[in-house]
């Protein structure tokens, strides 16, 4: 099956910086990644996803790149906010069904 | 909007007694997933279904059974609950492969 690895696990930045989390997958079938933030006490929702025929993504303050070559994603916050501070997944799917398979998760805390 | 609802917020049980955790959607999805979140091992699925009565393993389905007879209602059976199946568990539904996941709010299940 897949392989998701996450990095960092954790992340501290202050208030108007950036922010960068990385995800590598093994399977080079996947084709589908969403991203999914899930704030204290509350469900992950999704917050941005890109598809295999395409190299970026963006979406206000957020942004996701592919590589597909190196198999790895990246999810791209700028200005960031104290709302920003959260538990973010990467996942990955195959085209072959409907698993996800799950990165570990990074919690970003944005420092004021 | 979609809704995911999970029967229980926090459920305490005792070993060996049989666990039930109902999930239920409104938006006629046809996969729906379980899932279990511990922390720094992000979500690991438990069973899918992509159709009424029709059910596929996930990572770690050891100690699970699941039940789908209804296609908005997905229930995850612990047969005779144990305390390593303490944990945060998800229910999610998509409407198709490679489609984005919508989450529930979790159940938080202790085991004593």
């Known amino acids: 099956g897949e392989n998701v690895e996450q990095h960092p696990s954790t992340l501290s930045v202050q208030e108007g910086d950036s922010a960068v989390i990385k995800c590598t997958y093994s399977d080079s079938a996947s084709n589908y990644f969403p991203w999914y933030k899930q704030e204290l006490g509350k469900r992950p929702q999704l917050i941005i996803d890109?598809?295999?025929?395409?190299g970026e993504k963006k979406d206000q303050r957020i942004a996701v790149t592919l590589n597909k070559t190196a198999k790895h994603f990246s999810l791209h916050i700028t200005e960031t906010q104290p709302e920003d501070s959260a538990v973010y997944f990467c996942?990955?799917?195959?085209?072959?069904?409907?698993?996800?398979?799950f990165g570990t998760g990074t919690s970003l805390t944005v420092i004021p | 909007d979609v809704k995911v609802t999970q029967s229980s917020r926090y459920l305490v049980k005792r070993t060996g007694e049989k666990v039930f955790l109902e999930c239920v959607q409104d938006?006629?999805?046809?996969?729906m997933f379980w899932y279990r979140q511990d922390p720094g091992l992000g979500l690991r699925l438990i069973y899918f279904?992509?159709?009424?009565?029709?059910?596929e393993k996930g990572d770690i389905p050891e100690g699970y059974s699941v039940s789908r007879e209804k296609k908005e209602r997905f229930s995850l059976i612990l047969e005779s609950a144990s305390t390593n199946q303490t944990s945060m568990y998800l229910c999610?539904?998509?409407?198709?492969?490679?489609?984005?996941?919508?989450f529930g709010n979790g159940t938080r299940l202790t085991v004593t």
């Open positions: 999610a539904s998509s409407p198709a492969i490679n489609s984005p996941l919508h």
């Open positions: 279904s992509y159709d009424v009565k029709m059910k």
């Open positions: 996942a990955a799917t195959l085209n072959t069904g409907n698993q996800f398979y």
């Open positions: 938006m006629d999805h046809e996969n």
């Open positions: 890109i598809r295999s025929n395409v």
